[in-house]
């Protein structure tokens, strides 16, 4: 009598818990938790770590992945695989509910917004500073990233100096100035000093020219000795 042909449904199998690993995997762990042998069943297990891991060949060297596939074996099987982790870890159900600390984004006061909080850390070095060149030339630099993050949010009104000026007075509790005919000058990428310059390359014409002159004459005086 012949047997008849039976089709599997995923309706009627069990839920399959990682998806991205495939459900051979998921009956590979089962199959694992019918050896008896518990040396036979570790290896087996162990050899099933390295072929998940084989799915993602960029991360397998990576320590926290590899944790990560023994807390998805243990899951598979419903944490009733009784086999080691190698990092000595006890794999337990409750690791599930484990939700890692919120990291608090940063949050700090300050009401010109547009300029950025690292004018106010820039403002608080300057104030620290000795009055000299160094100073006035770190305060220059402020003024000028004051004006660069102004225009960036204010493009369609035009930049005054005497704003960016009378701000910095403000932020600084009138104890950084500059002269009132200043003219803050924006250092950008594109204005650089020399930024068209070269300095790496060598003219292999005027490296050469030299040379071919030398060579002119010689063949000159070869051909009047020749004569």
Do not use: C
């Not at 917004?113 to 608080?124: K, Q, T």
């Not at 000026?165 to 950008?188: E, F, K, M, P, Y």
């Amino acid at each position: 009598m012949e047997k008849s042909l039976s089709l599997e449904y995923n309706s009627t199998r069990d839920k399959l818990i990682f998806s991205e690993y495939g459900r051979s995997v998921q009956k590979l762990v089962k199959y694992a938790m019918t050896v008896e042998n518990k040396d036979e069943r570790q290896r087996i297990v162990e050899t099933l770590v390295e072929l998940i891991n084989q799915l993602n060949p960029q991360t397998k060297n990576v320590l926290e992945y590899k944790q990560k596939l023994w807390r998805h074996v243990f899951k598979m099987s419903n944490y009733q695989l009784d086999v080691e982790s190698p990092f000595g870890e006890l794999i337990k159900p409750e690791d599930d509910n484990i939700n890692p600390d919120q990291v608090p984004y940063p949050q700090h006061e300050f009401n010109w917004r547009h300029y950025g909080y690292n004018i106010r850390v820039m403002i608080d070095k300057a104030l620290k500073m000795e009055d000299g060149p160094v100073k006035k030339g770190y305060v220059e630099t402020i003024l000028s990233y004051m004006k660069l993050s102004y225009r960036t949010w204010n493009k369609e009104h035009f930049v005054s100096d005497d704003i960016i000026i009378s701000d910095l007075a403000v932020l600084s509790g009138n104890q950084l100035s500059v002269d009132d005919d200043h003219t803050i000058h924006v250092v950008t990428k594109n204005n650089l000093p020399n930024n068209n310059i070269n300095t790496f390359k060598v003219s292999k014409n005027k490296k050469g020219g030299g040379n071919n002159k030398n060579q002119q004459n010689k063949n000159k005086g070869n051909k009047m000795k020749r004569k």
